[in-house]
Each structure stands twice: as C-alpha cells, then as structure tokens.
C-alpha cells in the first residue's frame, strides 16, 4: 500500500506570492492532518480535515487555510507569504479521527520564503 | 506549559548498545495515546511504536520498547542493539483523547547520532 504523498517536494517563493500544497493519504485514510516544522519553533499542528470538514485548527493566522476533497485529498494555502513561513510541511493522515489511531506521515514539503 | 518534554537534545550510542530516549507528558486527560516517531534528515516522520494510556503491558515493537511510568507521567522509548541507521532525530508526541481532537503535540525531540 502506498503512503502518504505530499507535492511538491520543494518550493521557493518571494516575500507576498501564495502558495498550495497538496496531500493524498494512505488509500482508506479519511484524516488529514497538518503540521508545521521550524528550527525555533519546532513540529506545530496546523489542522485536521476528515470527511471534507475541518475538525480541528492550530494558533495560526488565517492566512493559512485548507480544504478536503471528497477522495481525501487535501490542500493547504498560505497567502500573502513571509519570510517566517520557511518551513518543512507535514501532512499526516489516519483511518479516522480516533485516540488510538497512528497517524503516518509523508515525506514533506519544503517552503522557502525568499 | 509544555506537554511533552524531552530532555536530551543529543544522545550518543555505540552500535549494537541499547539507548534510552527520555519523554515526560503533562496532561489532566485520563484518555490518551504516546507516540513515538523517527525523522531521518530526508524529513518524512516514521511511526515507531504507541502506548494508550490504559494499556496495562509497555508496547513493543521490534527493537524498539517503550518504557511507561504512567505514575510519573513518562514514556521513554528504548532503541536495543543500535544500528548506523538509527542515528536520525526522535520525537515524542501526545494526542489526548478527551477533547475528541486528533491533534499531536511533539517534544522538541533528541538528536540520536550510532558511532560504529
């Protein structure tokens, strides 16, 4: 079974672009969830979608938004991009919303802000 | 307060040794899963092993154990017989189950370096 798939690898934008990146679960996974990794800040959640519908939302301004499709697939859009946006993003996903359920997580998308 | 602490920002291990990651969590649910994950410098998070706060017996997986001390509210991850490859960064990461959020919460995580 094929893993968590999150593109593009890399990205480099400037100072005010937006930018969206994308996830597809594991096949059956219906959560995804979002993290955020930075050296000062560390591994912060974003947030988490299951069944198109947004569960679950981090300290995060809005400029920093996402979706759900009804395949699972998600998205995640920051706008009006700054330079303290540099980060690795992390998707995850898991079968469902539960306490007990491992969330996997893909290879990340590695945001430079110029 | 910080909900999950780990302490040791390096470790240094000798191939085929055993090594001790230490993790303490602060939560008031009596509901909630203990994760432990590897990152290597590639970036992908890889699932090690998990331990529900209502399991009785510490979780195995492999070489890799997870030490519970629920009365002292910590979840140390043992790595047995070190391999080159296990030399990447581990994180210890929460999620409560009260609130019903599927959210984790990561330690700052420890910096594992296997000398041959």
């Known amino acids: 079974k094929a893993g968590v798939t999150q593109t593009p690898r890399y990205l480099i934008k400037t100072r005010g672009q937006q930018v969206t990146l994308s996830c597809s679960p594991i096949s059956g996974h219906r959560s995804v969830s979002w993290y955020q990794q930075t050296p000062g800040q560390g591994l912060q959640f974003l947030f988490e979608?299951?069944?198109?519908?947004?569960?679950n939302k981090g300290n995060f301004p809005g400029r920093f938004s996402g979706r759900q499709f009804s395949n699972s697939r998600s998205e995640m859009n920051v706008s009006t991009l700054e330079l303290g946006d540099s980060a690795l993003y992390l998707c995850?996903?898991?079968?469902?919303?539960?306490?007990?359920?491992?969330?996997?997580f893909g290879p990340g998308t590695r945001l430079t802000v110029l | 307060a910080q909900k999950i602490t780990q302490t040791q920002p390096g470790m240094f291990v000798q191939e085929k040794e055993a090594v001790t990651l230490d993790c303490t969590y602060d939560t008031s649910d009596q509901s909630y899963g203990l994760f432990w994950y590897k990152q290597p410098s590639s970036g992908e998070m890889i699932f090690l092993i998990y331990q529900g706060s209502y399991d009785e017996q510490n979780a195995t997986e492999g070489r890799y154990s997870l030490n519970f001390q629920k009365a002292r509210k910590s979840a140390n991850l043992v790595i047995s017989a070190s391999q080159l490859g296990d030399s990447a960064m581990y994180f210890c990461?929460?999620?409560?189950?009260?609130?019903?959020?599927?959210?984790?919460?990561f330690g700052t995580g420890t910096r594992l370096t296997v000398i041959p």
């Open positions: 979608y299951f069944s198109e519908t947004q569960r």
């Open positions: 990461a929460m999620r409560e189950g009260q609130t019903g959020a599927n959210n984790l919460f």
């Open positions: 995850a996903s898991s079968l469902v919303p539960s306490g007990t359920d491992t969330q996997y």
